[in-house]
């Protein structure tokens, strides 16, 4: 059972390059989420998604774009990448709804991303 | 959203009990209580989560009072692989499921 999987681990792009990061889990999970993680500083959220074909923005979107063809994937994308984005990028999904809301999420191993 | 506040920072030694508490002025009503856990490195891993009272598992104690306005992570006889940053998050109570982090208790435990 390998979880939550996160494609790269590490990645070097020169400003205006675009990318995408892949993110899959293998848990049957409808929610999924993509954060960074900057420097000494807590997990910010970019973009989530609640269920396949569903998007919805988090607190910090511009300059990112996602989809979810797949239950199981979630893409993240940066058009055109700025020394900004560099960060460590963590995806992660859960089942959504328990007895107590939202139910433990899982995370992946992160990507570290450096922007030139 | 319901928004959390926390320690920034806070200290131990090996053994010790470590209390963290998180103030959630503004929660509502259908929200829920959860604490992750991070090392460097690595992506949070998740602690412990409940709606009221006190609720434990194997790793943790959560701690919530009546008014549920604030919660404390307890962790026992803390040891050094318990040094790590410390989340507490609020549901959100409209329902959109937006799973948001605060900065975090960093927590440094000392031989």
């Known amino acids: 059972n390998a979880g939550v999987t996160q494609t790269p681990k590490f990645r070097v792009l020169k400003t205006g390059q675009s990318m995408t990061l892949l993110c899959a889990q293998d848990m049957n999970h409808e929610y999924m989420y993509w954060y960074r993680q900057d420097p000494g500083m807590g997990l910010r959220l970019i973009h989530y998604s609640v269920g396949e074909g569903t998007t919805a923005k988090g607190e910090v979107p511009d300059g990112y774009n996602v989809s979810r063809l797949k239950k199981q994937n979630f893409l993240l994308g940066l058009e055109s990448a700025a020394p900004s984005q560099t960060s460590v990028y963590f995806c992660?999904?859960?089942f959504g709804t328990g007895r107590y809301g939202a139910t433990e999420a899982f995370f992946g191993q992160g990507t570290r991303l450096t922007v030139v | 959203l319901a928004k959390t506040t926390q320690p920034i920072s806070m200290d131990s030694y090996e053994g010790q009990e470590v209390n963290i508490t998180c103030s959630h002025n503004n929660i509502a009503t259908n929200d829920y209580i959860t604490w992750y856990q991070q090392f460097p490195s690595q992506g949070p891993r998740f602690i412990i989560q409940g709606y009221k009272t006190k609720v434990t598992n194997e790793v943790a104690s959560l701690f919530i009072p009546a008014d549920r306005k604030s919660s404390t992570l307890s962790l026992p006889r803390v040891s050094l692989s318990d040094t790590a940053v410390y989340y507490c998050?609020?549901?959100?109570?409209?329902?959109?499921?937006?799973?948001?982090f605060g900065s975090g208790t960093r927590l440094q435990v000392q031989p």
């Open positions: 998050l609020v549901g959100d109570g409209t329902g959109r499921r937006a799973l948001t």
């Open positions: 992660a999904s859960s």
